[in-house]
């Protein structure tokens, strides 16, 4: 249960061990560089901005020649895939990946090229086709739509901007010129509102008849064919054929690029590597023979600094205590069981400069109120297995990942034991399967709770889930308690402390033996009569003292009388506070009530073969169903118990994550050489 | 001997399931809204604001979870039927009341702040855990209607 002390570390070396010191400290990767406290008088910084461009764009083109064999040859991946994290890789065959960087990017080069081809064609295919549809309508001309015609006749093509008949357009022609008569029209087509025709007629009466034609809507087509619309068809066709048959060729041709997709996913990550090597070289304040690194390391890892660094280089470096108006970045570092739940922590916020770390205490709460939400042993053995067996399969699954699923596995193992204590096996699986298929009489439980079910005495548990709230609550007011120990301010402790103890201490003994308490817990619990005063004189101890010092800054004493009050008023935030963990209660009854629903719907069916298949699917799907929106409810709540109800009584967070400069890969691990 | 108490019974448990019910159905649409939104710009997201737009689901369970107390209590599944006065049975109706209305109103509301966090998702994946506190906080009084209605169910004499 720590936040990680911090240490400044500060290499001065020879520019000649310059690359060799950088690659050593990102294998390491221990160090977060920051160089911002170093006096750059008389010191220049490089200008890598460009170098690092080169590097950068070199990984995202393997990236997108990889994306490219991801969409002609995919990866055969299952759901499962996605937990099994990192492979890793050894030196040496990072050693000949590097060897081969050039070729490699030569291959991504040429696989980005035959995506573009292939899109290239694929635009050109849709192209030709819209030009086949275009010339649907001239199907049966059989002539080129530029067709002069013969000696002595003339061709016109066009359409009339509505649908007509053979009749209608002999008609609208004799309209304009009544005398023209030796023409032929042929109606070609007609769609929704366009006639295609083609008319035939002699030389000198052309000019006329276009005309005639014109005033009803004729107009010749925006595209003129020279070629006979159905020949150039099938010309069109093949040339979509051999578009088709080319990028097809080109598929097989990114097929056969497949087996180099680990060595491209390696380069990305080498030129990844690179990249933020030549960021790092552009922080760093530089003389004319000499670097300056200077950045965060965790106290325990300055001896392996010192040894590979300080020892292997001609160079000096200087160890230093974090100034107190430094912000250093934070690292926690917990036991096996709370470190699962650092991820708990990280995702409300770290602890900030001066606060200690929850961790610890807080996973103890959250696998105890966890387990009490789902509260169904079978559910919590089933949770616990999935997880258990998860981890074991894939043992190089993501940092995060593994944090999440070890901390469910240890959550499922506290749901079982609370699962046993209430007696919930998937619900009353036992009772109804015992009364339906076996016909058994009693109506007591199979399995008898441990402790008792809370169905049956509601109020029991009410009360047992507020207490454990205060009890959670006290808690996070004594880590408040502690951090002013910590920090020598007795008189915040005292003030903002211990006046809330004696003042909820003094309420609660008041509070136990009154009618209202009796009525709850159906029983008269009566305390000696010391107790009694005892609670008084705790009572108004505290409100005293709280009405008196808690605004002890303010000189005004009037304002620090009204601050002091509205501290008081703070006692009805404990009680919502200490309500609020009656959804332990509400949870966990809701997990069993429905998990009995679902065995009762089951049940109806009845006994026999019909009844038996029947039950197990009912069984199934209800209990999935079940299982899934109760763990979400049960994750959801327990984060909120503790985040808003036991962080608010002392933690703030705020803290700047540990950022070491290291080996950010995205595809494998290499493994150090040792 | 009269049958309105039975009634009165029945009535209650059906308006818990139903309010609650149709509550959530109003959450969990708004929020789903929200989520295919976000899944459409980034497919990578869908669980996380799958989690979110289950969230305002949970009154429609707890209107359930009443529902059937109030069922078994009177009897009606399986096993004799209770006899119920009609004031017993109007006190049942009464105590079904709170997630009823509470779950129809306040699964509404869960489903607009989720919404809401889902947008705090979509920008922020890594706020995570904040962005699913508020419409958590809103379910709070979800879970208090709840309990004055099982404590309410569970202890009126039948």
Redesign the interface.
């Known amino acids: 249960m720590a936040v990680l002390q911090m240490q400044r570390f500060s290499i001065c070396a020879l520019k000649k061990d310059r690359k060799a010191i950088l690659e050593e400290l990102q294998m390491l990767g221990v160090m977060e560089i920051d160089t911002s406290v170093v006096e750059d008088e008389g010191l220049q910084k490089m200008d890598t901005m460009e170098s690092r461009q080169v590097f950068e764009k070199q990984a995202v083109m393997a990236e997108h020649a990889l994306d490219v064999l991801q969409k002609y040859v995919p990866e055969k991946t299952s759901m499962l895939d996605s937990l099994a994290g990192k492979p890793l890789i050894d030196k040496a065959d990072y050693d000949r990946i590097v060897s081969i960087r050039d070729e490699l990017m030569k291959k991504a080069n040429q696989l980005i090229s035959m995506n573009k081809e292939i899109s290239e064609n694929n635009a050109n295919v849709v192209k030709l086709e819209n030009q086949i549809e275009s010339l649907t309508p001239w199907m049966s001309l059989d002539v080129p739509m530029t067709s002069k015609g013969t000696g002595s006749a003339e061709i016109l093509v066009g359409t009339m901007s509505r649908v007509m008949t053979l009749e209608e357009v002999r008609v609208a022609v004799s309209e304009h010129e009544p005398d023209l008569d030796a023409y032929d029209v042929q109606i070609l087509s007609a769609d929704r509102d366009l006639t295609y025709l083609a008319v035939v007629c002699l030389k000198k009466d052309a000019g006329r008849l276009e005309d005639a034609l014109r005033a009803s809507g004729f107009a010749r087509p925006s595209q003129m064919v020279s070629k006979i619309p159905s020949e150039l068809k099938v010309d069109l066709e093949r040339q979509i054929q051999q578009l088709k048959t080319e990028t097809k060729q080109i598929e097989d041709k990114i097929g056969s690029f497949a087996e180099s997709r680990d060595d491209l996913k390696k380069v990305a990550d080498y030129y990844r590597i690179r990249a933020d090597k030549y960021q790092v070289l552009g922080l760093l304040p530089q003389s004319k023979q000499t670097f300056f690194i200077s950045g965060y390391v965790p106290a325990g890892a300055v001896s392996i600094l010192n040894e590979k660094i300080g020892q292997a280089y001609n160079c000096t470096v200087d160890v230093e205590e974090i100034k107190e108006d430094e912000e250093a970045p934070v690292l926690l570092k917990n036991g096996k069981i709370s470190t699962p739940a650092e991820s708990?922590l990280?995702?409300?916020g770290l602890p900030k400069k001066g606060e200690i770390d929850p961790t610890k205490i807080m996973s103890f709460f959250y696998i105890i109120l966890f387990g009490m939400m789902l509260s169904d042993a079978a559910y919590g053995l089933i949770v616990f297995g999935a997880c258990f067996i998860v981890i074991k399969k894939f043992p190089r699954m993501g940092e995060g990942m593994k944090k999440s699923l070890s901390l469910f596995m240890y959550c499922g193992l506290s749901t079982l034991i609370w699962g046993i204590l209430f007696g919930g096996y998937f619900g009353d699986v036992f009772d109804v399967v015992a009364r339906v298929f076996f016909h058994r009489q009693s109506t007591a439980p199979v399995i008898a709770p441990l402790w008792f079910a809370p169905?049956g005495d509601?109020?029991k548990l009410?009360l047992f889930s507020m207490g454990l709230g205060i009890l959670h609550l006290f808690t996070g007011l004594g880590i408040k308690g502690y951090t002013y120990l910590k920090e020598k301010d007795y008189m915040g402790f005292v003030c903002d402390v211990v006046f809330w103890y004696m003042l909820l201490v003094g309420l609660l003994l008041m509070l136990i033996p009154s009618s209202i308490f009796a009525s709850i817990a159906q029983a008269q619990i009566t305390f000696p009569p010391f107790l009694n005063m005892l609670a008084k004189v705790l009572a108004i101890g505290g409100a005293v003292g709280l009405l008196l010092f808690a605004a002890r800054d303010n000189k005004n004493f009037g304002l620090r009388l009204a601050l002091g009050a509205y501290e008081l008023y703070n006692i009805t935030g404990w009680l919502s506070d200490v309500?609020?963990y009656?959804?332990l209660?509400?949870?966990g009854?809701?997990t069993g009530?429905?998990a009995?629903?679902v065995n009762?719907m089951g049940s109806m069916l009845g006994d026999g073969v019909v009844g038996a298949i029947g039950f197990i699917v009912i069984f199934l799907v209800g209990h999935t169903l079940n299982l899934a929106?109760n763990l979400?409810?049960a994750y959801?709540?327990t984060?909120?118990l503790q985040?808003?109800e036991f962080f608010g009584k002392f933690y703030e967070g705020g803290g700047r994550p540990f950022n070491p400069f290291k080996e950010n890969t995205k595809y494998v691990d290499i493994k150090e050489e040792n | 001997m009269s049958q309105l108490g039975i009634v009165y019974a029945l009535l209650g448990a059906a308006l818990a399931v139903l309010l609650a019910g149709a509550g959530s159905s109003i959450g969990v649409g708004i929020a789903g809204q929200a989520a295919s939104g976000v899944v459409t710009e980034d497919p990578s997201k869908f669980a996380k604001v799958l989690?979110m737009q289950?969230?305002p689901?949970?009154q429609g369970?707890?209107g359930?979870?009443v529902g059937?107390?109030t069922l078994s209590k009177v009897g009606l599944?399986g096993g004799q039927v209770a006899a119920l006065t009609p004031q017993s049975g109007l006190m049942i109706l009464a105590a079904c009341l709170p997630i009823g209305i509470v779950g129809l109103i306040s699964g509404k509301y869960q489903g607009k702040t989720s919404a809401a966090a889902i947008g705090i998702v979509a920008k922020k994946p890594?706020?995570?855990?904040?962005a699913?506190?508020f419409p958590?906080?809103v379910?709070?009084y979800a879970?208090?209607a709840?309990?004055i209605s099982?404590?309410a169910v569970?202890n009126i004499p039948v």
């Open positions: 708990v990280e995702s409300y169905l509601p109020m009410l309500l609020s009656s959804r209660l509400a949870l009854l809701a009530v429905i009995s629903v009762q929106i979400l409810g959801v709540h984060n909120r985040f808003v | 989690i289950l969230l689901g949970t369970i707890y359930l979870l059937f107390i599944l890594d706020q995570f855990g904040k699913m506190l958590a906080m379910e709070t879970i208090l709840l309990l099982i404590l569970t």
